[in-house]
């Protein structure tokens, strides 16, 4: 079946340094949303993408839509302790469901 | 405004015992997800209901599972008999829009199966 790789699998950083990921497919979508998971909590959306070549940011968060329509970046800049987390990629052909991504596990230290 | 609300929040159970977990979805959201999470198979989607109606339980692992949907505010997930493989964050999920739309996801049920 379809899925998504996420890159890299987990990130150890130091706060205020910038952070990149990205997440590619074997299958091409045409909706590209990326979420965020606190411990202990269930993931939350942070940047939902619809049109290849899309760029959108949240704050400091900044995702893109693959031209190829088989991948997506997410790059968050100056990192702060509140980022720490896994980050999720998400894939859909509507109407079919989500497809999730691996994640990828964020540290941040201050 | 209330979001998903899941419970119970952990659970520990011996194998072979029922497990039952419950979700109260968004208020007016159409569709709701059941999804599993573990360190090794990450999220995957059980069973989905639009208008309470399952649409796609490819997901659900075996027969030992089943979910519910009696009405627009109450889903159930059940585990008869468990094992200890069933270990995992249960999470239910609802939205506004069908499978489609922004899923927005409960604080999960922990599951721990001795």
């Known amino acids: 079946g379809q899925q998504l790789n996420q890159s890299p699998q987990s990130m150890f950083i130091q706060e205020g340094e910038d952070v990149s990921m990205n997440c590619t497919s074997s299958?091409?979508?045409?909706?590209w949303l990326w979420y965020k998971q606190d411990p202990g909590e269930g993931p939350v959306l942070l940047i939902a993408?619809?049109?290849?070549?899309e760029l959108t940011s949240n704050g400091r968060l900044t995702a893109q839509f693959g031209i190829t329509r088989k991948d997506s970046f997410l790059n968050i800049s100056a990192s702060i302790p509140s980022d720490v987390g896994i980050y999720f990629c998400?894939?859909?052909?509507?109407?079919?469901?989500?497809?999730f991504g691996t994640g990828t596990r964020l540290q941040v230290f201050p | 405004d209330a979001g998903v609300i899941q419970s119970p929040r952990h659970e520990v159970t011996e194998m072979g015992q029922e497990v039952t977990l419950r979700c109260k979805p968004i208020?007016?959201?159409?569709?709701l997800f059941w999804y599993r999470q573990t360190m090794m198979r990450g999220l995957e989607l059980l069973i989905y209901?639009?208008?309470?109606?399952?649409?796609?339980d490819s997901g659900m692992p075996e027969d030992r599972f089943s979910a519910k949907m009696p009405n627009a505010s109450f889903s159930t997930l059940k585990i008869q008999p468990s094992e200890p493989r069933d270990s995992a964050v249960y999470f239910c999920?609802?939205?506004?829009?069908?499978?489609?739309?922004?899923?927005?996801f409960g604080e999960g049920s922990r599951l721990t199966v001795l």
């Open positions: 998400a894939g859909q052909i509507f109407p079919d469901k989500l497809i």
């Open positions: 209901f639009n208008n309470n109606v399952p649409i796609d």
């Open positions: 993408l619809y049109k290849a070549g």
């Open positions: 208020s007016g959201h159409n569709s």
């Open positions: 299958s091409i979508f045409n909706t």
């Open positions: 999920a609802s939205s506004l829009e069908g499978p489609g739309g922004e899923l927005f």
